[in-house]
């Protein structure tokens, strides 16, 4: 008599077949089934599958419960059901091998395919991990009901499958196939945002395509997912391979140099140096300095300024220590400082700082007096250290920097000469700053780089609005939003006010330009409960700071009627 072909199949929905016909079972028998075959071969105690069979709610008598289930199995099972489930105290043993279960059979393929690698075979470790992957079916144990034990496998197994992914992309990428990884790498690293190996290895594969910049941006973009959203910097392997992107050279040595050597599975960090990088006595004995990161997140609504954000960057390729984003009240400065900003902070390793300078607020402004100990604690100094004096406070904060590449962003600066305290006398260093004032105290005397930041054009004041109110609304009442856009003169903090009123209500703009045209536009302009957050506002803060001939100008050509003004009246 020949003995019946079992397969058991975990890597999916729990599936049994003998000699290829699938045997059906219930869902308390499928559960019990599926927690032995997790752990083939090994005794499982009754108080254990009573546990996972119901977790904390366990029915009376639950081991007879346990025991009829046992036996309904069997007999689902055929004829060789006691020799594949056998009793052993304290409990029971589903025997299979890898030849009848996935399962084993997976995690035989990941294992021998991660000791081919490290040998550096990476054929066979290619082989193993395809076979591997062919052999998973869907999410394990998708098809069962809800228990303890499920969700731990589920999330094991659901490790080793982006292991064994992951593995196979390396191996493509060592034997020549980096186009094909390519693919299947961009589809982790956006399945996984924060994981580190994937997007090492889609770095190492852009790189060998010839696309060195996209590397580099794909390393820009995780380093600060990693850092906004875990407070952490990429590990020592990662930073090494982009510092190797950087300098044009090989990237093969940081994923092929042995186990030690390779990109962390995980994202936990071991105090102990990277053996890829040469540790002299000296270097390993110097403390390791702080990185702030101070810059506050990006605008989500920011649009257009495609020509501010090139002048920004020719700046950054000129090597200018200092630049300036100049404009009037609500024109979107900050939001422009911050974007560019995050952009380029990969340029800056050794961190950014961010001052609110309050130039045009009503607290009173932040002097450099108050500011250097910031910046000092920014950089690593503890309170005690700061020296009391202003120019030893200053001396210290340019002797820090000296050696550094750092972006020091100061936002609301009303007055040319707090800045030129406040000034690195590094090359390596840039210091941003945002104001009303055209600072040209700043151009003239200490070379300062100037960007005027205007309104928005109208195709980008469009773009503002569907953002805020949605797309579907502005489609819906085009020439309503294009009227909204004139009222708010293409002015980012009165286009995102209007946004905050209207929300996504239908026919909720027209209403609201009505609204704008018979309470008057300041009235209107401004988000309830945040005073501070209105057109008025900030205007009235900029008319506060104007001398007093200018007021009574300002007040004198506000009596006028008409609007166009000529330069003689």
């Known amino acids: 008599m020949l003995t019946p072909r079992l397969r058991f199949r975990l890597l999916g929905p729990l599936d049994v077949e003998i000699d290829g016909r699938a ?19 090994h005794v499982v105690s009754v108080d254990r599958l009573i546990q996972c069979l119901w977790d904390d709610r366990p029915p009376g008598a639950g081991a007879a419960r346990v025991r009829a289930l046992v036996a309904e199995v069997r007999r689902a099972l055929g004829p060789s059901g006691t020799d594949l489930l ?60 809800e228990m303890g034990v499920r969700e731990a496998e589920v999330q094991r197994l ?5 292991v064994a992914r992951e593995s196979v992309a390396e191996a493509e990428i060592e034997t020549g196939r980096h186009r094909q990884a390519i693919a299947e790498l961009l589809r982790l690293t956006a399945a996984h945002p924060l994981r580190e190996r994937p997007h090492g290895l889609l770095m190492a594969a852009l790189h060998q395509d010839g696309r060195s910049a996209e590397a580099l ?73 702080p990185v702030p990161r101070q810059l506050p997140p990006t605008p989500r609504r920011f649009v257009g300024r495609d020509r501010e954000l090139d002048r920004l960057d020719s700046c950054l390729h000129g090597a200018e220590p200092l630049a300036l984003i100049v404009g009037p009240a609500g024109v979107g400065k900050s939001a422009l400082a911050l974007n560019w900003a995050h952009r380029v902070a990969d340029r800056f390793p050794d961190g950014q700082l961010f001052l609110d300078m309050r130039g045009f607020d009503n607290a009173e402004p932040m002097t450099p007096d108050e500011a250097l100990p910031l910046l000092l604690q920014g950089l690593g100094c503890a309170p005690r250290d700061i020296p009391l004096g202003a120019e030893a406070q200053t001396a210290l904060y340019r002797t820090l920097l000296a050696d550094r590449r750092v972006l020091v962003v100061l936002d609301d600066v009303a007055d040319a000469s707090y800045v030129r305290r ?42 503002l609005i569907s953002g805020a109110v949605g797309a579907e609304a502005v489609a819906a009442d085009p020439d309503a939003a294009t009227r909204l856009v004139e009222l708010c003169d293409r002015l980012p903090l009165a286009l995102c006010v209007a946004g905050s009123w209207i929300g996504d209500r239908p026919g909720s703009i027209r209403a609201y330009v009505r609204d704008l045209a018979d309470r008057g536009r300041l009235a209107r302009l401004h988000v309830e409960g945040e005073e501070s957050v209105a057109v008025r506002a900030a205007l009235d803060l900029s008319y506060g700071t104007l001398p007093d001939e200018a007021r009574l100008a300002f007040r004198r050509l506000g009596t006028l009627p008409g609007t166009g003004r000529s330069v003689p009246a």
């Open 158 to 162: 659901g490790e080793l499958h982006l």
């Open 217 to 289: 941006e794909l390393y820009t973009a995780l380093r600060r997912r990693m850092v906004d959203e875990l407070g952490m910097e990429p590990s020592v392997d990662l930073r090494d391979l982009h510092h190797r992107l950087l300098g044009g050279g090989r990237t093969g040595a940081v994923l092929t140099g042995g186990p030690g050597a390779r990109l962390s599975r995980s994202h936990s960090r071991s105090p102990s140096p990277s053996p890829l990088q040469p540790q002299t006595q000296a270097s390993s004995a110097a403390p390791e300095r």
């Open 23 to 41: 045997v059906s079972l219930t869902g308390r028998q499928r559960a019990l089934c599926a927690v032995l075959l997790l752990h083939a071969n």
């Open 86 to 145: 056998t009793t052993r105290r304290p409990g029971y043993v589903m025997h299979a091998g890898p030849a009848e279960l996935d399962l084993l059979a997976f995690e035989n393929l990941v294992r021998d395919g991660s000791r081919a690698a490290a040998d550096g075979d990476w054929r066979t470790a290619r082989r193993c991990g395809e076979e591997a992957l062919e052999l998973w079916r869907d999410e394990p144990l998708a098809d069962l009901p």
């Open 422 to 463: 406040l000034l690195p006398a590094s090359a390596g260093s840039l210091t941003l700053v945002t104001s009303r004032d055209k600072l040209s105290g700043l151009v003239t005397l200490d070379g300062g780089y100037r960007v005027s930041c205007d309104v928005l054009d109208s195709a980008a004041a469009l773009e």
